[in-house]
């Protein structure tokens, strides 16, 4: 039945991550995708060994998703331009893919890590940081501060936490970048 189904691990991660984004990445199951397919779950074991391998699969998808836009949106831009079109990336994948955005987050072991496109990401922020002439370690700090203000801020956008209160989330999100870019190019010495 699984042949005829036309089934293939990339086809499962594909359709685990329209699963994702309509009913949430953390409710994605074996059992759950084999309803999608008209299948019995023994028959995705050909193909993915367990939930964790599916999720796994889900999340290097949404990683090299992600990874792609965010290069095409901060190709040929440096400085803020540079940094508001990385941001904005982040903001607008979490929008339209919800349950893939949420997956680039899945903890993924060293060696799958390694060979991910979250490499792609951190040289992508690297790239945008050159234009504030940051070197190491404080590359490295800024690197991760980048990394949990967008997640932190697209995270608590989507859960409806700014919606409650004036002024506009967008608002606040530009003035966010503004911030951002004024501590980029003044970035405090090391202690």
């Known amino acids: 039945m699984a042949g005829r189904a036309g089934l293939t691990a990339d086809r499962l991660a594909q359709a685990g991550a329209e699963l994702a984004d309509e009913i949430g990445f953390d409710r994605v199951t074996l059992s759950e995708l084999a309803r999608r397919f008209d299948v019995k779950v023994a028959s995705l074991y050909a193909h993915v060994r367990n939930s964790r391998d599916l999720k796994t699969r889900i999340a290097l998808l949404g990683l090299e998703e992600l990874a792609d836009l965010a290069a095409d949106a901060v190709a040929g831009r440096s400085g803020r331009d540079a940094l508001a079109a990385y941001a904005e990336v982040f903001r607008m994948y979490a929008r339209r893919h919800p349950g893939r955005y949420a997956a680039t987050r ?11 496109a979250g490499v792609r990401h951190a040289r992508l922020t690297r790239a945008v940081l ?23 801020y697209v995270d608590l956008e989507n859960a409806g936490g700014f919606a409650h ?27």
């Open 130 to 152: 050159r234009g504030y002439g940051l070197a190491e370690p404080e590359q490295t700090h800024a690197v991760r501060m980048l990394g949990s203000l967008f997640h932190g």
């Open 165 to 191: 209160s004036a002024p506009d989330s967008q608002e606040s999100w530009e003035r966010v970048v503004d911030a951002l870019d004024h501590l980029l190019r003044t970035w405090p010495p090391a202690r």
């Open 106 to 116: 899945f903890p993924l072991d060293a060696d799958t890590a390694l060979a991910s």
